[in-house]
């Protein structure tokens, strides 16, 4: 009989053991009753019973103390083993939070970073289950995204030659200098700081920029020239839009100003003041707007303004701009007049629970809407590069989704982990 490798070794041993014993002890001869169960049964001790005997026992010296089993010491090395072999993953693997990609490498700090702002807002706003949720939506398709840019910029450097090459390191230095200036002010101690926050470096920071920008170029000359949009697509958008391509008619608003407040002798707020006090002053607001209205016979309206209004835009001459409806608020009813007026008219003075006041309308600019012969340039750009974003975006995750990536699934699962965990990104995952 050819000998066979046991799946259970340690049956080797305890089936030869277990036989002599049995022969040892009679087992096939004649015995004489045995005793009722109860009576052989030995009396069961509890874990507290057994662990103070123990300790009886390695005090006296009878047992030596072992912080664990030798099997178990020696299947803790074996999983060891294991572990160190597969420190290096191999393409599409991953140890704990990296990813690789046709030699390209994805960590989950990458996916993170980008997904740094939103992450915080759903934190902040949504339940913790809504949370969970929202954030394996995140993670999953960002991480589909950079797997799709990972396939595609392979075969989209490979071709180019070095003055290309070049052009493109040129694109990624202004880009990276950009940012640096928009986000860190300027600063690269301060991005060092911020990207090593989140488990990165500057390089891996750089690299991320110039993948994105040579898969951008990539699709961008395969795809972009295939988006067509008819023209009955654009008329019908132009008139969705038509608001946006409608000007409103807009008015200069001038105002002089004598708020009875301002006329206080006694200072402090008219709510405060004496019925005597606010009567004195409205006297003198009175007697103030007079003068600035016979002024203005003789002088420009901004001039007398300047010297005469006690509003907010006296140094502008009581110029508010340009506006195309009446302001709200207590300014609501002095507004509208000048859309009664024609350009530079001036009104008599006019008085509300607040002051005295001359209104006067400057220029007048005539809305305008226009033509779709001329919108139509523009709008066709903005379709095309729309339908551009979409298809592209699409593309790149029907590649991701056709890629053969065993372990993509633990790498999602250790970035929602990482990124779940209260703290993040100072406070390390439990």
């Not at 015995?31 to 009576?39: C, L, T």
Request: aromatic fraction near 6%; hydrophobic fraction near 40%; charge should be neutral.
């Amino acid at each position: 009989m050819i000998p066979t490798r046991s799946r259970f070794p340690g049956l080797c041993c305890l089936i030869p053991a277990l036989a002599a014993a049995l022969a040892g002890s009679g087992a096939c001869s004649r015995r004489e009753p045995a005793a009722p169960p109860d009576a052989r049964r030995p009396a069961l001790r509890s874990e507290q019973e057994l662990a103070a005997e123990r300790d009886q026992r390695i005090a006296s010296g009878q047992v030596a103390p072992e912080s664990q089993p030798a099997f178990v010491a020696a299947e803790s090395s074996k999983i060891a083993q294991i572990e160190s072999a597969a420190a290096k993953p191999r393409p599409g693997e991953v140890t704990a939070d990296v990813l690789l990609v046709d030699d390209e490498v994805i960590t989950t700090a990458e996916v993170l970073y980008a997904l740094r702002d939103r992450i915080e807002e759903a934190r902040r706003t949504q339940t913790r289950g809504g949370f969970q949720e929202q954030l394996a939506r995140m993670i999953r398709r960002e991480t589909q995204e950079r797997v799709g840019r990972a396939l595609l910029y392979r075969k989209a450097i490979a071709p180019l030659s070095e003055p290309a090459k070049e052009n493109i390191t040129r694109a990624v230095d202004r880009e990276f200098d950009e940012e640096l200036a928009r986000d860190f002010a300027g600063s690269r101690a301060r991005m060092d700081i911020q990207l090593r926050r989140y488990g990165l470096s500057i390089d891996q920071y750089r690299a991320g920029i110039e993948r994105r920008l040579v898969v951008q170029q990539y699709l961008f000359e395969t795809m972009r020239p295939t988006m067509h949009v008819r023209r009955d697509e654009l008329l019908e958008e132009y008139r969705r839009q038509l608001p946006r391509f409608t000007t409103s008619e807009l008015r200069e608003l001038f105002i002089i100003e004598a708020p009875f407040e301002r006329f206080l002798t006694s200072g402090g707020s008219w709510g405060q003041a004496s019925p005597q006090q606010q009567a004195a002053a409205r006297v003198r607001a009175t007697q103030h707007i007079r003068a600035a209205h016979e002024a203005l016979a003789s002088e420009p309206f901004e001039e007398v303004a300047r010297r005469m209004s006690r509003g907010l835009h006296a140094d502008e001459g009581g110029a508010w701009g340009a506006i195309g409806r009446p302001l709200t608020g207590a300014y609501e009813p002095l507004s509208a007049l000048i859309f009664q007026f024609e350009p530079g008219q001036v009104s008599e003075p006019v008085e509300t629970p607040a002051g005295w006041y001359i209104v006067r309308c400057g220029a007048v600019r005539a809305g305008r809407i226009v033509p779709f012969e001329e919108a139509q340039g523009p709008l066709r750009q903005e379709m095309a590069d729309a339908r551009f974003n979409v298809a592209a975006t699409d593309y790149v995750l029907r590649l991701a989704a056709r890629a053969t990536l065993t372990s993509s699934e633990a790498f999602i699962r250790e970035a929602i982990r990482r990124a779940a965990a209260p703290g993040w990104p100072d406070a390390p995952a439990p």
